[in-house]
């Protein structure tokens, strides 16, 4: 018995084949261009208002607020001119 799960070996080594097996691999969501120039967009817009909230600049901070929702708006725009997830 495998003490840590409560199951048999072979269970356990079933399992495991099993998480190997290709209908079991994931597809990949969100991993594309499109989603990652928009995730990056978001980490700096993030990054540069707690910078300006600290350095008291309330203008900046609002235009990161600003450029946090172009991220945002950015993947599906992104995902329709062709950058989104190939093969789906």
């Not at 190997?20 to 993030?46: C, R, T, Y």
């Not at 203008?59 to 450029?67: D, R």
Request: charge should be negative.
């Amino acid at each position: 018995m495998n003490a840590r799960n409560g199951i048999s070996d072979d269970h356990a080594t079933q399992q495991h084949v099993a998480a190997q097996d290709e209908a079991f691999v994931d597809p990949g969501h969100g991993n594309s261009k499109a989603a990652w120039m928009s995730v990056i967009v978001m980490l700096i817009a993030v990054a540069a208002g707690t910078l300006f909230f600290f350095l008291d600049m309330p203008t900046l901070v609002w235009a990161s607020g600003a450029l946090l929702l172009v991220g945002a708006i950015l993947w599906p725009v992104l995902t329709k001119a062709g950058l989104g997830p190939q093969g789906h």
